[in-house]
């Protein structure tokens, strides 16, 4: 949704911008924003 990131899309990104990202770095990125525990980037 246009209102927050999952893990899959969040490796998408990455891989677009070039940066090489495993599984378990994307997981740390969301889980150190992931306010309510959804597994996803929230956006206001």
Do not use: C
């Not at 899959?8 to 990455?14: D, I, P, Q, R, Y």
């Not at 070039?18 to 992931?34: F, K, M, P, R, W």
């Amino acid at each position: 949704s246009l209102d927050s990131t999952t893990i899959k899309e969040l490796g998408t990104m990455v891989d677009t911008l070039g940066l090489n990202s495993t599984e378990a770095e994307l997981q740390d990125i969301i889980s150190e924003v992931d306010t309510d525990g959804s597994a996803s980037i929230d956006f206001p």
